[in-house]
């Protein structure tokens, strides 16, 4: 069992920059961000597999980056844009084969989100 903690969402105006922070309980190969808007389904941000590969959602590609230090996972956001507000999750897959993929049914362990919401 994989247990994880997201912290560092806020407020923050268009254009403006958050870092997000995910803390999981032990190691785990890869994990990514999703987020969900009100009235929209989650969907996948970004994707980090140790194994030398990152994906992005096109929406984020050149503001976000995603990283990894020990068993932390960050995310930085740049550019910020109000279609970006909601609530962002960090989360594994059980099985090493999703690793590189940012569907979200294919993630089995995820954190409790933390609020986003970018002013316009």
């Known amino acids: 069992q994989v247990r994880l903690m997201e912290s560092g969402g806020g407020s923050v105006q268009a254009g403006g920059s958050l870092r997000l922070s995910c803390a999981a309980s032990?190691?785990?190969?890869?994990m990514g961000w999703f987020r969900q808007a009100p009235g929209k389904e989650r969907e996948g941000v970004a994707v980090?597999?140790?194994?030398?590969f990152t994906a992005y959602a096109d929406s984020v590609k050149g503001r976000f980056l995603i990283s990894v230090d020990k068993n932390t996972l960050y995310l930085q956001m740049n550019s910020l844009e109000p279609e970006d507000g909601g609530v962002y999750y960090c989360?594994?897959?059980?099985?090493?084969?999703?690793?590189?993929?940012?569907?979200?049914?294919?993630?089995?362990?995820w954190g409790q989100g933390t609020q986003v919401t970018v002013s316009s």
């Open positions: 989360a594994a897959p059980a099985q090493s084969r999703y690793c590189r993929t940012l569907g979200p049914r294919n993630f089995d362990y």
């Open positions: 032990t190691y785990v190969r890869c």
């Open positions: 980090f597999d140790r194994d030398s």
